[in-house]
C-alpha cells in the first residue's frame, strides 16, 4: 500500500491492484445491526453490516494496513444495549 496523504485528493500509489470482490467473502450473509462510529466523535446512527463468515489476513497485510490508517480505528466491544441483530 502506498502512504495515505493528510491532503484531501492528493494521488495514491498503490503497490498491487485492488480487486474489491475479492475483500468480500464467498457466502455474503451477514448481519445487521445499528449502532455508531468506532472513532471520536462516536457518532450513532450508523447501520453496521457483519459479515457472517470471515476471512484471513496475512500478518504482512495487516502490518501494511497499519502503516496506511496511522492510527487505531476501534475502540473496546460496547454493551448490546437493546440493539436488535438482524440476520
Known amino acids: ?10 494521488p495514491v500509489v498503490l503497490k ?5 470482490s475479492e475483500l468480500i467473502p464467498e457466502n455474503r450473509g451477514y448481519y445487521r445491526f445499528s449502532g455508531s462510529l468506532t472513532i471520536p466523535p462516536c457518532t450513532e446512527g450508523v447501520r453496521w453490516l457483519i459479515m ?6 496475512s500478518k504482512e497485510q495487516i502490518t501494511d494496513f497499519k502503516e496506511v490508517v496511522q492510527h487505531d480505528n476501534n ?13
Open 16 to 20: 498491487n491492484r485492488v480487486i474489491p
Open 52 to 57: 457472517k463468515n470471515s476471512m484471513m489476513a
Open 75 to 87: 475502540r473496546p466491544a460496547q454493551a448490546l444495549n437493546r440493539r436488535i441483530i438482524v440476520e
Open 1 to 10: 500500500m502506498g502512504q495515505l496523504s493528510n491532503k484531501a485528493g492528493a
